[in-house]
């Protein structure tokens, strides 16, 4: 009982200590991520449509309800709604040349994860257990072989059913065709927003009463990178797992870890998602649901509609009895 009741004190003291300016810096810093990451890409669909005027505010109320949308759909499902929101916000702009650009985004992610698994390793404390793999290295190569299967297969499968939008996706690429276009006009965006992340997740830890060291902030960052494809619930979980495990290594009790897993990733699910329902609703307009019900329930009740389906009701007796 008294480890129980030492993890439980612990995890309260994670809050009941809040330091409240490094709290606040870190909202201001996730607010800044948006901004930086949009422009990135706004300045990417600009390249790509040049003869659009394409708003920044746009892409930026677009991120807002994507990254909302994050916290609920895995595996990037998030991108079509980004996708699709962006699209309808440029003339003559097509479905497949916005997802080309998101695309483009994206990748720049995948290459970061990349880096932070080997700066990790570099480091000396890395999220991912090598000894082990050399040790056992049967199951991971058969991994890697199903997913190399897996992304070959996906890549067949969209080249056959994107053959007529060939030029489309293409059109996302035309930034790369004018030298130092992404190095001057999205890189730096992009940079300066992984600057941010790292800064979001020190001043969390400071807030929390946690140590925030260098090896700590690259290792949870990490963490996050490599299971933010999982499922909701399967993400969350093994976010906190590691994120304890790396935290209780430098000496911090788990209580206060879990306190800080737990109040860094409640903090920026409500702030993405009010960000989210505020930018859905400025961009879409009001719903008018209460209204759109009450229409379509008028219209099931109308004459016109009762009459209809009698009349269906008649015939289908009439139909089934003709040989």
């Given at each position: ?198 800064a979001l997740l020190y001043l969390m830890l400071v807030a929390f009463g946690c140590a ?67 930018a859905a609703r400025v961009m879409m307009g009001p719903l008018h649901l209460r209204a ?32």
């Amino acid at each position: 009982m008294s480890a129980i009741s030492d993890f439980l004190a612990q995890f309260a003291h994670a809050f009941s200590h809040l330091v409240v300016w490094a709290y606040l810096l870190a909202i201001l810093a996730s607010l800044g991520q948006n901004v930086v990451r949009s422009r990135a890409w706004r300045n990417l669909l600009a390249a790509t449509f040049p003869g659009a005027n394409v708003r920044w505010r746009d892409a930026y109320g677009a991120t807002l309800v994507k990254h909302g949308a994050a916290t609920l759909m895995p595996m990037h499902g998030d991108e079509a709604i980004r996708v699709s929101l962006m699209k309808d916000r440029i003339p003559g702009a097509s479905t497949a040349a916005v997802a080309s650009t998101a695309g483009v985004d994206l990748s720049f992610d995948v290459l970061l994860t990349a880096v932070l698994v080997g700066i990790s390793a570099w480091l000396g404390s890395s999220v991912v257990d090598w000894h082990e793999i050399a040790a056992h290295p049967v199951k991971p190569a058969l991994f890697a072989i199903f997913v190399l299967a897996a992304i070959v297969t996906a890549v067949v499968a969209i080249r056959k059913k994107a053959r007529g939008v060939g030029d489309e996706l293409k059109q996302g690429l035309v930034i790369f065709k004018h030298r130092g276009a992404y190095m001057q006009h999205v890189l730096g965006w992009q940079l300066a927003d992984f600057a941010l992340q790292l800064a979001l997740l020190y001043l969390m830890l400071v807030a929390f009463g946690c140590a925030a060291t260098l090896v700590s902030v690259v290792l949870i960052r990490t963490a996050q990178r490599v299971t933010v494809s999982l499922p909701g619930f399967l993400e969350t979980g093994s976010q906190q797992a590691m994120i304890i495990a790396i935290l209780t290594q430098s000496g911090l009790p788990a209580g206060r870890a879990l306190g800080f897993g737990l109040g860094s990733k409640v903090t920026l699910f409500t702030l993405n998602t009010v960000l989210a329902l505020i930018a859905a609703r400025v961009m879409m307009g009001p719903l008018h649901l209460r209204a759109r019900i009450r229409a379509k329930l008028q219209k099931r009740d109308s004459p016109q509609a009762v009459r209809a389906d009698a009349d269906a009701a008649v015939a289908g007796p009439a139909r089934s009895s003709n040989p």
